[in-house]
């Protein structure tokens, strides 16, 4: 089973900051947080990964409460090719065991 | 170019046949993963492999069998055992000192 809980959907405006939530009450030490993005029938892509600072690229930020029990990911500034379903997981970095997604959240960007 | 690759990207079978879905990769990475997605739905975990002749079974292996023969390929086999197959059915790569798992376009298996 997934170790993350995400909102099945959420809406925001075109121009607007994205802020997607994620629970994981239950991580484990040396776990990481790591979010994925699936547009319409393709394979998911990677967007940004931490374990306990607060991380940013140029495709989005990733903030981690200080007890590491939720994080939200950020896209500062939402455009409709953000429209996609994000995932959120949890796993040990640098190992190749078991990875496991949850349903995600469909994030719908409006015009 | 660097990637993984899957073929078909659409499938089509009879019920009761066999069919086995292509998966490969280039970047040599270690470990490859294949997952199920039905519509609407998240990633379902099928089989896994962290290494050449070696493999295990994710979540819902039922109904599934895989190879890993080279370090390149991981055949997916649906049998007639499975009783859903109709799904959208992707695979993954992840190297031993990466972060990203990488994933192939995807084959949307379709069973009449």
């Known amino acids: 089973d997934a170790k993350t809980t995400q909102p099945p959907s959420m809406d925001c405006a075109e121009g607007r900051a994205a802020n997607l939530p994620c629970n994981h009450s239950t991580i484990s030490g040396n776990e990481y947080v790591y979010w994925y993005r699936q547009i319409h029938s393709q394979g998911p892509q990677y967007i940004i990964h931490?374990?306990?600072n607060n991380e940013t690229n140029e495709m989005a930020s990733l903030i981690i409460t200080e007890d590491r029990k939720s994080s939200t990911l950020i896209l500062p500034h939402a455009t409709l090719r953000d429209t996609a379903v994000y995932y959120c997981?949890?796993?040990?970095?640098?190992?190749?065991?078991?990875?496991?997604f949850g349903k995600g959240t469909r994030l719908h960007i409006l015009p | 170019d660097g990637g993984i690759t899957q073929s078909p990207k659409y499938l089509f079978r009879k019920e009761g046949q066999n069919v086995t879905l292509s998966c490969e990769q280039n970047?040599?990475?270690?470990?490859m993963y294949w997952y199920r997605q039905d519509p609407g739905q998240g990633l379902r975990l099928i089989y896994y492999?962290?290494?050449?002749?070696?493999?295990q079974k994710g979540d819902i292996a039922e109904g599934y069998s895989v190879s890993r023969e080279k370090k390149e390929s991981f055949p997916l086999t649906v049998t007639s055992a499975q009783k859903n197959p109709t799904a959208f059915y992707l695979c993954?790569?992840?190297?031993?000192?990466?972060?990203?798992?990488?994933f192939g376009p995807g084959t949307r298996l379709t069973v009449l």
């Open positions: 970047l040599n990475h270690d470990a």
């Open positions: 997981i949890v796993r040990v970095a640098n190992r190749d065991d078991k990875i496991i």
């Open positions: 931490g374990l306990k």
């Open positions: 492999s962290q290494i050449v002749n070696d493999f």
């Open positions: 993954a790569s992840l190297g031993r000192l990466q972060n990203e798992q990488f």
